[in-house]
């Protein structure tokens, strides 16, 4: 199964406000049992909501200065189960 892109806007102890995050999981429901298993006091969420797109926003990427190639930053995309 390819793994599918997710935002998910949500409020995490220590951020002032609602922030976007990036996520790659196989569904919205693998994504949800995943994200419900990380407390809120260990950096899981107070509160969120999801939303699966197409392609994630431009800011969930990163552009080689060497060779101008778009890679998916790793540093701020979270992925939950195994590409195929």
């Given amino acids: 199964m390819s793994l599918k892109n997710f935002v998910v ?9 609602a ?3 990036y996520y790659r999981a196989e ?9 419900l298993q990380i407390a809120p006091s260990e950096g899981g969420f107070l509160s969120h909501s999801s939303e699966e797109v197409d392609e994630l926003p431009d800011a969930a990427y990163a552009t080689c200065p060497h ?14 189960g195994t590409p195929s």
């Fill in 9 to 17: 806007r949500g409020q995490k102890t220590g951020h002032a406000s």
């Fill in 19 to 21: 922030s976007d995050w």
């Fill in 27 to 35: 569904s919205a429901a693998a994504l949800d049992h995943k994200l």
């Fill in 67 to 80: 060779c101008e190639e778009r890679h998916l930053n790793e540093a701020l995309v979270t992925t939950y």
